[in-house]
């Protein structure tokens, strides 16, 4: 009984060990009670069943709040994702159910689907900001790996913390226009505020960012596309680890185009440290504020370079003047310290 052992770990393995020396028993899975336990040791119970004992690891509620409930989520989340060939089971998180309220806004019942399925990355983003990998569930002094990949969100993440998104945004100009502009890579720093330079190195070229007083830099290779559409794909080969490609839809009459950026970024640990304590979600900023106004910021570029170059120099200079200010005000957000 562990009151008899005291809580202590260690006495609980050895009493353990003993009990299933011969195989299970007929037991199939420890029954685990965070609220009761705490999480570190609930995370070594459930580890030494999964690993040592060859059974499952059910995480049970004891009418806890949504935080509670959260938490036994994550320790549930990560106990699923130990290398076992122990059997996995539901667990046992349905009381938020019986309760009337709860201290979580939205409730800890909107992240829980019609199937009884909790999203852990919603939920894990919602209170920390991070994903529950970032987390690092820390379990014997060891960092638990969570490698599977989370579902049922825009941003997917995978092992290695990589962040996968589309953006997509109407250009008012041929795909044949767009294409030709973007491609001309050292021009990039004029619609993305945060590139400090794009430089070729021979076949390759070399990028340089500034994020919050931050700065990274890495080196790519690309390749120009023609088929199915217009554009361009890269990765890069050292450096911030990103890949992705852009392409340019042409719409039926061939004038205007739809721009679709796809992109997958590893961000380093740097960044993640820094926006820890951000009321702004790092996979948000770089969606929001990165990808979706460096889109905006070249098709405003484009329209009045295009005006410049047939003569309407009003309409160009007032584009131009109009870009600036959204350049100054997109750097000085991109180098604010925000906390919250």
């Known amino acids: 009984a562990l009151n008899q052992l005291d809580f202590n770990f260690d006495a609980i393995e050895r009493e353990l060990l003993d009990i299933f020396q011969d195989g299970p028993r007929g037991c199939g899975a420890l ?34 709040s949504g935080v509670g409930l959260a938490y036994t989520g994550f320790l549930a989340f990560a106990s699923d994702n130990i290398e076992s060939e122990a059997s ?14 709860d201290v979580l806004s939205p409730p800890f019942s909107s992240y829980v689907n019609n199937k009884g399925e909790l999203n852990t990355a919603s939920i894990s983003r919602a209170m920390h900001g991070l ?13 638990t790996s969570i490698e599977k990949e989370l ?17 997509s945004i109407s250009l008012p100009f041929s795909a044949e226009i767009a294409h030709s502009r973007f491609t001309d890579l050292p021009q990039q720093p004029r619609w993305s505020p945060w590139l400090t330079s794009v430089a070729y190195r021979g076949a390759e070229t070399e990028w340089k960012i500034s994020i919050r007083g931050i700065s990274l830099k890495w080196t790519a290779q690309s390749e120009l596309l023609y088929t199915p559409w217009l554009g361009i794909r890269w990765e890069s080969v050292s450096g911030v680890s990103n890949r992705g490609r852009v392409e340019f839809i042409p719409s039926s009459d061939g004038t205007t185009c739809e721009m679709k950026v796809h992109i997958r970024i590893t961000p380093p640990r740097i960044l993640w440290r820094l926006f820890r304590q951000a009321s702004t979600f790092l996979e948000d900023f770089i969606r929001d504020r990165i990808l979706n106004w460096s889109l905006e910021m070249f098709r405003d570029v484009v329209k009045a370079d295009l005006a410049i170059e047939r003569g309407d120099v009003e309409l160009g200079d007032a584009l131009y003047g109009s870009v600036e200010g959204k350049a100054i005000a997109i750097e000085a957000t991109l180098n604010a310290t925000e906390t919250g």
């Open 88 to 101: 996995r089971f539901p667990h046992g998180i349905g009381t938020f159910s019986h309760l009337e309220g």
């Open 151 to 167: 579902e049922n969100r825009e941003w997917a993440i995978s092992g290695g913390n990589e962040l996968n998104t589309v953006v």
């Open 31 to 64: 029954v685990l009670k965070p609220a009761l336990l705490g999480l570190e040791m609930s995370m070594q119970l459930a580890r030494l069943a999964r690993e040592k004992l060859g059974i499952g690891a059910v995480f049970s509620s004891s009418f806890d």
């Open 131 to 143: 994903t529950i990998e970032e987390m690092n569930i820390d379990v014997d002094n060891s960092e």
